[in-house]
């Protein structure tokens, strides 16, 4: 998306996780309410249209088109936003928040010509085509799940980027496949979240791979269903965090090449507490929850169904050792 659009805004992972203006030069409020965004002047898409406070309207008005079906109208719907003049944006909350310039990030920051949007006709046909934005590449040729190939645009804003001259991104869903490609030269760069793959295309120091860890911008965990038994009962819930060592999970499943979470956020960012951590693994007080739930329930057993998506190391793993834990 970036290679073909460029950004509004992004997230910078490298403490204090910090929000960089990109096209979107500067994002103000005297009250985090009310918000003035200020576009970089002179930038064009690809076919030669201005990257203006229009533009930034049209593709977050076609967000908000419950047409769209976008997932982010739902944040639209508690702003409203109206163009001031050609490279201004005036943005207002239902509610402040100081932190509107990282969801500007993560949701809303490419922006797309509405000239080609429009003449495509259809969502379908523009992709299909050629996408249009203000990227330091443009699309030459996509086979869909397969490859795509990306070519230099020579008239990006951001000059002498980019310093390379085409990317060629080939779809390659198997991990394992993926680790051989990297190892065998198929491939210069590989971008996965899935610490046993990075760590085995590294595993073999002759072929020089070069494994780069990037600072975390999330946290994610495990969902239970509150809306019905067995994790309705909150001192299920608190029982199962008392039986998950994290640290031992990440050391077992990841080999140690991510965070344990041991707090909300990740302590790259700039919000994260130290003081305010999740409790530690008490597989004594996680037994004297669940024989009190079991008590309450007639002596009958806790069941639950774990799911998860297949097909990457990491998750097979959690869940095998998920069904070995459940077994004994």
């Avoid at 908000?64 to 005036?90: C, G, R």
Wanted: proline fraction near 8%.
């Amino acid at each position: 998306m970036f290679a073909i659009y460029d950004a509004l805004v992004y997230q910078d992972p490298r403490p204090p996780a910090s929000v960089v203006p990109e096209l979107a030069v500067a994002m103000t409020s005297p009250d985090a309410r009310v918000w003035t965004m200020k576009l970089r002047p002179n930038v064009r898409f690809t076919d030669g249209a201005p990257y203006d406070a229009d533009a930034v309207k049209f593709n977050w008005d076609r967000h908000a088109d419950p047409v769209n079906s976008s997932p982010w109208a739902a944040t639209l719907k508690t702003l409203s936003y109206q163009v001031v003049d050609p490279l201004t944006i005036q943005i207002t909350l239902n509610k402040a928040s100081s932190q509107f310039p990282r969801v500007i990030s993560r949701q809303l920051a490419y922006v797309a010509s509405p000239g080609a949007i429009s003449t495509a006709g259809s969502d379908q046909a523009y992709n299909s085509s050629r996408p249009v934005g203000a990227g330091p590449f443009t699309l030459s040729t996509w086979t869909r799940d397969t490859q795509a190939v990306l070519v230099r645009n020579p008239g990006y804003w951001n000059a002498p980027r980019p310093y390379v001259d085409a990317l060629v991104l080939k779809v390659v869903t198997d991990d394992t496949q993926r680790s051989g490609l990297m190892k065998s030269g198929g491939a210069d760069l590989a971008l996965t979240g899935n610490a046993l793959t990075a760590q085995d295309m590294t595993s073999n120091k002759a072929l020089g791979l070069v494994l780069s860890i990037s600072p975390a911008i999330t946290t994610y965990g495990f969902g239970m269903n509150q809306s019905r038994p067995p994790f309705n009962d909150k001192n299920l819930r608190r029982a199962m965090e008392l039986a998950v060592d994290l640290d031992l999970y990440n050391k077992v499943v990841n080999n140690n090449l991510l965070d344990s979470p041991h707090q909300m956020f990740p302590s790259n960012y700039p919000y994260a507490d130290p003081s305010l951590t999740f409790p530690g693994p008490d597989l004594v007080q996680a037994q004297k929850l669940v024989d009190a739930a079991v008590a309450q329930n007639a002596n009958a057993d806790i069941q639950f169904t774990y799911i998860y998506v297949s097909g990457t190391a990491t998750a097979d793993a959690a869940a095998q050792r998920c069904r070995n834990r459940s077994n004994g």
